[in-house]
């Protein structure tokens, strides 16, 4: 019998809430108003403090794996010669914007991108940087780009503070490169405000995902990838944390009320390592559910916010969002953080997704199984498969593997009194 998933109401507002934004987007984009393209965690509160609109490259290929357009995307930049070995969000985004033969705007979410005014890049993976420089020639747009290097296990304190001093100044080189593109004086205000609201939305966020802490979980994590898009659009906004006080209010209130993610009894808690398989969110979810078992915790979703952040230092604090997050860190110390969440989150088995053509997130990633496995003694399962490009993906292949796991995980019998059978 399939297990019965309970919609979260704020997963009916996403697509909405997010188009919203691609509207406004393209709005100030036919009225003149400047675009930029960004990757990563780029300043985007910086941009917007020169009234600068700004497109998250990555979150885009999310919508285009959500919408199952992604491998044709990938095609696309493959018939101009690029390789399918290179990160499949970075082939989508190829054939988004210059694929042959061109998808029509209509083929594309929200009609495409548009043609931006400047590039901004803050490089955490060598793909991301050399196709930003590309397509700076390409488009004959400046390219901005701002250090960010990766605070390895070994570094001390005083590296780690000139690291911290580069890292702003070069923020203070971006904004003196933008007054004079922009012909505008920097809103400091402006940016003080923007990170607080970029603060609030970060704390809220983390509340949100520490919330699957409880037995039942009110969602499952693999739900908690799909509510990170308006982060993406959103960054230091003031609708981010609209959105997220409306979503936490409503896990604050299944949780009151003992109601999980799933009709039926959460009998097995798992954690997802790695990024999301986009095309096949809701698929996992109810081939987990299907067993009683639910993805409460991943350390993905932790890559996005910072509550640390400080308006009243906020090129500071901006750096230390940008450098401290868990997705910039050692392997020692991603180790400990995912042991942390792990022990945090009440896991029962490890679901280590290998995603095929993203080498960076891979990295370390057999390392921090050995490690969980050692300290925890959970049975684990590892599942290939990828971003953006179903072609490395096989439903029969990860279904069998994840039935032989289950029937692991059933042998060590489930968790007592953990259950959600209110029917509702
Ligand atoms: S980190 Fe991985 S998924 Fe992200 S852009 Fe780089 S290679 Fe692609």
Redesign the pocket.
Known sequence: METKIRPLKMTEKLMGFVGKYWQDLWENHRAGKLVAWCSGVSPHEILKGFGISSVYL?GYGGFCSVAGISTDLCNRAEALGYSPDL?S??RNFIGATRGTPAPGPEMLPFGGLPKPDLLVCMP??P??YKIWERYSRYLGVPLVVIERPRLHDALGKEEINRIMRDTISELQEMITFLEAFTGRRFDYDRLSQSIAYEQEASKLWWDVVGMCRNIPAPMSILDAFSHLFPFHCYRGEPEAVTYYRELKSELDERVANNIGSTIGLEKYRLYWDN?PIFFRIPEHIQKFASYGAVPVAATFPFYFGFPELDPERPLESFAKYSLFTPANVGLQARIDFTTKVVGDYSIDGLVMQR?R?????NMGQDDILKELTKKTGLPSVVIEGD?CDSRFYSDSEVNSKIDTFMEILARQGQRKGQGDDCGL
């Open positions: 990555e990160c969000l970075i955490y993976c793909g991301i990024l995603s053509t993203c080498l960076v997130v971003v």
